[in-house]
């Protein structure tokens, strides 16, 4: 069955610090895609990125970047000069079909990194 | 943009009440799910539909009725409430033939039973 595992449930960094989150998926389709969402204090749910199984190409979005390694299963999502408002709890989340073969999907989230970035 | 739509926003229920939690999406996607999610547990499917008429049991569906009468209405009933599902409750729709389209989601209840 289709998983997605996010193995830290928090991690606290002082402003400027570097981190990164981590997510582990599992999935039997050989097309995939897989997401990172944020959700501020304030509790919506941004969309942050996209990837697909077959683009392993590293992606840099100004302090963002992610690192896609299928050979790990692994989709890891980086912040560089971690700010304040970066604090959040960010969810990886895999795209997969509802039947095997069929053209139904649905999303599966990991159980989400709560990210404390402290003055 | 109206996007995905959820009322209320916050609701305190007694144990044993019924309510409707509602959610509206304008963009004529599909697939449409409610999630519900806990400290620690995050996001968990409860029901979700393909399109009109047609709706599935997610990971926790116990204490919860869903409907699928439009393409832009998702309804989810609680029959008797209980304090087991005090949450939040999430929304989301998102278009059921393209694999790499986000899933978009409305702004979420806090529901409390008391």
């Known amino acids: 069955a289709q998983k997605v595992t996010q193995a830290q449930t928090e991690i606290s960094v002082v402003e400027k610090e570097d981190v990164t989150l981590d997510c582990v998926y599992e999935t039997r389709d050989t097309t995939y895609y897989l997401f990172w969402y944020k959700q501020p204090p304030s509790g919506e749910l941004v969309f942050l990125i996209r990837r697909n199984s077959f683009d392993e190409q590293n992606e840099i979005s100004g302090r963002y970047s992610w690192n896609f390694q299928k050979s790990t299963s692994s989709f890891n999502f980086t912040i560089t000069a971690s700010q304040v408002v970066d604090s959040a709890v960010y969810f990886c989340?895999?795209?997969?079909?509802?039947?095997?073969?069929?053209?139904?999907?649905?999303?599966?989230f990991g159980k989400g990194t709560l990210l404390t970035v402290n003055p | 943009n109206a996007g995905v739509t959820q009322t209320p926003k916050f609701q305190v229920l007694k144990t044993g009440q019924s309510m409707t939690l509602q959610c509206a999406q304008d963009m004529n996607h599909e697939y449409m799910s409610w999630y519900r999610q806990d400290p620690g547990m995050g996001l968990r499917l409860i029901h979700y539909?393909?399109?009109?008429?047609?709706?599935d049991q997610g990971e926790v569906p116990n204490g919860y009725n869903v409907s699928r009468s439009t393409t832009e209405d998702f309804p989810l009933r609680l029959l008797s409430a209980a304090p087991s599902q005090t949450s939040v409750y999430f929304c989301?729709?998102?278009?059921?033939?393209?694999?790499?389209?986000?899933?978009?989601f409305g702004q979420g209840t806090r529901l409390t039973v008391v």
């Open positions: 989301a729709s998102r278009s059921r033939q393209v694999m790499n389209t986000e899933a978009f």
């Open positions: 989340a895999l795209s997969e079909a509802l039947s095997s073969g069929g053209s139904n999907y649905k999303l599966t």
């Open positions: 539909s393909v399109g009109a008429g047609i709706t």
